[in-house]
């Protein structure tokens, strides 16, 4: 079975600042990985995702996760927030060879003007 | 192009009422799902269809049944309400398990 594990259920950060959001995962089989995002009273949307090849993969927006395979990890960075960051974060897992995606608890991450 | 659409947007029942909910892709993919999201919780999988004519449970498949009669919809079914039924459903579509998956806005649910 897999599981995500996301430290951190609050994040409050200043604008500006650095902010790293945590993701572990437990899988016996290889996985793809996911951060979605879900801004208030709205569905979640894609943020980025890790398949294969490079193990840093970057989002539109300056977002940038990095999978680490040996502490089964796939953190969530961005260097500089804005206010606009402001919402919830699930990381996510699916098994290569499974039809679903299992999620994280989530992290709300609030940026502080 | 809509996307992934659900509705209703919000309800309220009474415990032991049921209710369907519909949720509609135009996007022409396989695999549809249904989610229960509760704080603290994050989302949790109740169904899913890899298909046409194809269901299969999730995590948290017990109160609920679903029908995916054609491609295109998937419906939530809640025979009779429980209180702790009471959250925000999202019903979500992808290409494949290794695909993006799009979520709908989510419909909210109360069950008194």
């Known amino acids: 079975a897999q599981s995500v594990t996301q430290l951190d259920s609050q994040v409050p950060v200043f604008e500006e600042a650095p902010v790293e959001l945590r993701c572990n995962y437990s899988?016996?089989?290889?996985?793809?990985l996911f951060w979605y995002v879900q801004y208030p009273n709205q569905g979640l949307q894609l943020l980025l995702k890790y398949l294969s090849g490079s193990t840093l993969v970057e989002s539109i927006n300056g977002f940038e996760a990095e999978f680490n395979k040996s502490q089964t990890s796939f953190h969530l960075r961005k260097p500089s927030v804005h206010i606009s960051d402001t919402a919830e974060y699930f990381c996510?897992?699916?098994?290569?060879?499974?039809?679903?995606?299992?999620f994280g608890p989530g992290t709300s991450l609030s940026v502080i003007p | 192009n809509a996307g992934v659409t659900q509705t209703p947007k919000f309800r309220v029942l009474k415990t032991g009422q049921s209710m369907t909910l519909l949720c509609a892709q135009d996007m022409n993919h396989e695999y549809m799902y249904w989610y229960r999201q509760d704080p603290g919780m994050g989302l949790r999988l109740i169904h899913y269809?890899?298909?046409?004519?194809?269901?299969a449970k999730g995590e948290v498949p017990d109160g609920y049944n679903v029908s995916r009669l054609k491609k295109q919809n998937f419906l939530l079914g809640l025979e009779s309400a429980a209180p702790s039924q009471t959250s925000v459903y999202f019903c979500?579509?992808?290409?494949?398990?290794?695909?993006?998956?799009?979520f709908g806005p989510g419909t909210r649910l109360t069950v008194l």
């Open positions: 996510a897992v699916s098994p290569t060879s499974y039809d679903k995606v299992i």
């Open positions: 269809s890899v298909g046409e004519g194809t269901t």
């Open positions: 979500a579509s992808g290409a494949s398990g290794r695909n993006e998956q799009f």
């Open positions: 899988s016996s089989v290889s996985v793809y």
